[in-house]
């Protein structure tokens, strides 16, 4: 019965709804410290947000006001419990990235350190008590002998 168009255009299949304490603090800090964008108008009730949408490159998440739409879903420093889902986002130029996040005051749990998968990668936690991992592709070997020759 689908008419093939099941999502809106230029939305990610996947998108996460992060729950937060404060959206505007939150938003802010992302915009600073994540180099996130604001998407649109947050929706507002009763003077409050209580639900906005947020980019960085192709990525693209919403956040939720802790207790709005009758959610019991809390943030991880609510709960006193880690997130059950990692967050990992590709950056360009990671050591810039967390040079500019340990600056602007994140949290950083671990430096940046290359992987056996290939990918170079720093931990960091926000506001809410949400674990990020930020990463870059590695050059492989074959690629670094392209751009030498």
């Known amino acids: 019965m689908s008419s093939g ?6 939305v990610p299949q996947l998108t996460p709804c992060l729950t937060v304490i404060e959206p505007e603090q939150t938003m802010s800090f992302y915009e600073l410290v994540f180099g996130f964008e604001r998407i649109g108008e947050p929706l507002i009730k009763e003077g409050l947000i209580i639900f906005a949408e947020m980019y960085c490159l192709d990525a693209r998440i919403m956040l939720q006001r802790q207790g709005s739409f009758n959610s019991a879903s809390t943030t991880p420093n609510q709960s006193g419990h880690q997130q ?3 967050i990992y986002l590709y950056v360009p130029d990671l050591d810039m990235h967390h040079l500019k996040s340990s600056n602007c005051g994140a949290d950083i749990l671990s430096e940046p350190m ?10 960091a936690r926000d506001l809410d008590g949400y674990v990020w991992t930020f990463a870059e592709k590695l050059p492989c070997d074959s690629e670094i002998s392209d751009d030498e020759d």
């Open 5 to 10: 168009f099941f999502k809106p255009e230029h």
């Open 84 to 86: 059950g889902i990692g």
């Open 114 to 123: 290359d992987t056996f998968w290939g990918d170079r990668i720093y931990t």
